[in-house]
């Protein structure tokens, strides 16, 4: 590793308005070891963490303004050059649950403030070595993708090349090229492959605890054998991402379609992709939060749970490739498998449900503030929603507000004031 590079790999951005904040966040990173580059404002922050690619993000959430951190955040979210640097997000005591937990299944790391010393340091730390795992993953994919097409593509010398590197000075291996090869290691036979005995050890080190030296283990046994279908296995239960656990299991069934633990365990990660918030920790009793519309549509028998699987997978293909949103619902629309009708009927059912659960102290949507509010009926938004998919399935995109007003029931003036209301209803009880 180069000296320009060491030094990227301990930079560290933290983004705070509060100056006496901004110092004591740097003063620590800094006694870490870190290089910390503290920057008061978030829109100046996103072109400076563009052109210096730190090593990880810490960003506060302003409580007056925390429109201007979740900008910065949905702008580095959908930026290829930022999308994979993480963050360590500081939020107000007292934030929704379920708000933290959507945050950390997008690989990011939180913090309540007030900000315990050792917690921040041990975030950073962590998200850190995320994407250390994350650069050195994409890598193994690479070298994967080569060794399928019968070429060594740069990555794939860099990967063998850090693998001899590795296993230096370790029993079986040689330390330099050339160099006659030490006896076998503990527990390995002369005739195991090379990839199977790092992935037994590889299983151990995690047993016991060892993370990282799991995860270089498992990466040394897919350079030497990208088609050893348990260390993919092995190396999604080591990534933080969800996508990156998607990749490893899909590439498991893909070199064996019988393989049932890699069947089980996609299955696991749709179902945490579809789960209902969960209860909070003092018991209390609610209602049953909003659930994602697909779990919806499912429950009342308007598709299979295997045609749910089928577009999700389409849904993150056509966001990979088209880099925005793509609703579920255009494309269940597009094979027919729903009606206008049936997606309206779901998506209100949906709001009722969310309205009445925990997830009530602020919708996110118009038509749930509409109904909150008692200026729509939940037979109302469903015909207006009902039209606004049907039109979607001819490629006439309208806005719900628009069409609102084509019906007649509301003014323009009067959605203006709704918008307005619904933005400050929202801040006043997301951050009180």
Known sequence: MGKAEANQHRLVIVIHHDAVCLDLIGEALKGEGYTAHCCPDEEAAYERIRSEQPAALVVNIRTDQPERGWTLLDRLRLDPLTAAIPVVICLPAGAPLQSAERLQQQGCFILERPIDRQNLLTAVQSAVAARDRSRSFSNILAVANGHAAGTETGAFSGERAAAR?????????????????????????????????????????????????????????????????????????????????????????????????????????????????????????????????????????????????????????EQNRRGDHVPLGDILLHHGWLTPQMLATALVKQQEDKLQGSDANSPQHLGEYLIQKGILTPQQLAAVLAEQAQRRQVGERILLGELLIRGGYLSPAMLEQVLEEQRNDFFERFWS
Do not use: F
Not at 208 to 234: C, F, K, N, T
Not at 288 to 310: F, P
């Open 165 to 317: 590197g590795s296993d230096a000075g370790i029993p079986g291996h040689p330390a330099e090229p050339g160099a006659s090869p030490a006896p076998a290691g503990a527990g390995q036979t002369l005739q195991e492959p090379e990839a199977h005995w790092c992935y037994r050890q590889a299983v151990e080190a995690l047993r016991r605890g060892e993370r990282d030296e799991s995860y270089r283990l498992i990466r040394r046994a897919l350079v030497h054998d990208p088609g050893y279908v348990p260390a993919w296995l092995h190396m999604a239960q080591l990534l933080d991402n969800i996508e990156q656990q998607r990749e490893c299991l899909e590439r498991a069934l893909a070199l064996d379609p019988h393989c049932t633990a890699a069947r089980e365990q996609l299955d696991l990660l749709l179902l945490r992709t579809l789960k209902p918030n969960p209860l909070p920790e003092d018991g209390a009793e609610r209602k049953e939060g909003a659930r994602k519309l697909g779990s919806y549509l499912v429950e009342q028998g308007y598709i299979t749970a295997a045609q749910l699987k089928q577009a999700l997978q389409e849904q993150r293909i």
